[in-house]
């Protein structure tokens, strides 16, 4: 849960620093002292959009820092964790933005794309506020809130995943089939390439060793003669290089005095002597076995002419030749029975659509099961919010031919009767501002319940809400609270009486510079607060203790 709040240069609050508990928090104060402050922090340390205005006048930057106590969010701390970012039972969020506009995100201190900001955010922090009755209004909302409140956005995922497949090779075949004849085209050059050459057959770097081999065959005599004329001067002849070493060394051993400067010449000739003894023999032995072979170097010319003539065909280096032929080869049997061909392109198509309507199906099911339930909950709560007649329904309707859709085999949309015996009708037909706001408190309170996110902020649902609905609404939030983690802001004091915490927000100027102020109420500025709430400026003893009364019955107050 959110356990610490710090806001520098941020709107007009130049330093706030907020601690909250677990349970039911209530934003209250003046209209335009700055309540949205809070909120518009915690969404920009939850990685949403920046503005360079919200930068305080007159600072080089904005910073915001939320802290959080993840030891009961699980899939936060294996999301740190897997990132390197873990900190135990810790979390802090931090995001600057200049005054130019660019911004910074951190985890933990350490510096973070602003996309694994929102990715953890989500994680934490859920912020529902009154524009989301928009969102209310589009059909893709209604399926996301479904799957969530039926705990299926994993299975809604594969099939999204499944489907995604399906249509990928679906299009493939498609393509195949509308280019059949220039593929049997394409398909007969490949094979004719690729018989050819097999035929060749060339392996990597026989070109190379074939001309170095073409290269000693055709200078056989030149090879033949030079190395029987250097036979001859290492070993065979009277003044060999062998018989003049001999000599140098007979005459160094002969002198008559050891001379130590000399040892390693000495040491030199002999192993000269030696080396040439054996460069003689083995030049000996190459000349003895050496042979001319016409026939193989006629052999080897034409293997190397049919090599160059078939990487001209190919327009290639010869050195290229082995990895074309293994290149087309590939793309031969993609084409013909492989992975491309339309036979092996139909047998995955029915497979990858088997595995998508069992996936669908068991979506399915999982959605129809929970729009029962759901249904039945939000009658519940739109009853408690007095709206007793409105008929919530959750319509499923099968997609047309029961055709594969990437959200599933049906489209999920919220219904509204708004009175007996009427027809139920799509909410944007029938919902005035009035209801639709109750309407969507009532879907958000229940999936809430549902939620696995352990902080809900509620920004200002309860607008055009009053009276009797008003304590309803207050007693939905802190039950909420009661379960977890609820920031509200409201101006209804039949709600803020029922809260957990009461934070206080105001403005004031000084030295012509205006600042916001947030502050934690006692019990006593509680019922102050609620009493201003109730009477506005002139607050009399009948005021007083209708807020008395009112907060001591909230704080008695169980959903």
Partial sequence: MLTQLTVSNYAIAERVELQFNKGMTALTGETGAGKSIVLDALSLAMGGRADAGAVRHGASRADITACFDISRIPEASEWLESHDLDEKNECILRRTI????????????QPCPLSQLKELGGLLMDIHSQHQHQSLLRKDTHRKLLDEFAGAEQLAEQTEAAWKAWNQ???????RRQNADEAEAKLQLL????????????????????????GQLSQADTILHSSHQAALLCTEDEASAAQLVRQALHYLEQLPVEVSELADTLQMLSE????ISEAGDNLRRFVDDYEADPARLAEVEDRLSAIYQMARKHRISPEELPEL????????????????????????????????????????????????????????????????AVQFITNLSRNEQDEPGLHGMEE?????????????????????????????????????????????????????????TAEVVGRLLRALGSNGQVLCVT????VAAQCHQHLFVSKFTDKEATFSRIESLSDQGRIDEVARMLGGVDMTEQT???????????QATHH
């Fill in 544 to 554: 007083i203790a209708h807020a008395r009364e009112m907060f001591v019955k909230g």
């Fill in 191 to 214: 094979r004719y390439q690729v018989e050819e050459l097999d035929r060749l057959a060339i392996d990597s770097g026989e070109q190379e060793a074939l001309e170095q081999e073409q």
């Fill in 272 to 275: 000269a002597q030696i080396q």
């Fill in 412 to 468: 999920v949309e919220f219904l509204v009767s708004a009175n007996p015996g009427q027809p139920a009708r799509p909410l944007a037909k029938v919902a005035s501002g009035g209801e639709l706001s109750r309407i969507s408190l009532a879907i958000q309170v229940v999936v809430a319940q549902t939620s696995t996110t352990p902080t809900l902020v509620f920004d200002e649902v309860d607008v055009g809400i009053g009276g009797g």
């Fill in 98 to 109: 200049s005054k130019d506009g660019r911004s910074k995100a951190f985890i933990n201190g």
């Fill in 325 to 388: 032929h293994q290149r087309l080869k590939a793309e031969l049997a993609e084409l013909d029975g492989g992975e491309g061909s339309l036979e092996q392109l139909e047998a995955e198509l029915e497979k990858q659509k088997a595995g998508y309507s069992e996936l669908a199906q068991r979506l399915s099911t999982k959605r129809e099961q929970a729009a029962a339930e759901l249904d039945q909950r939000i009658a519940l709560e739109l009853a408690q919010l007095s709206m007793p």
């Fill in 169 to 175: 090779t679906n299009r493939k075949l498609e393509q």
């Fill in 491 to 494: 101006h209804l004091p039949q």
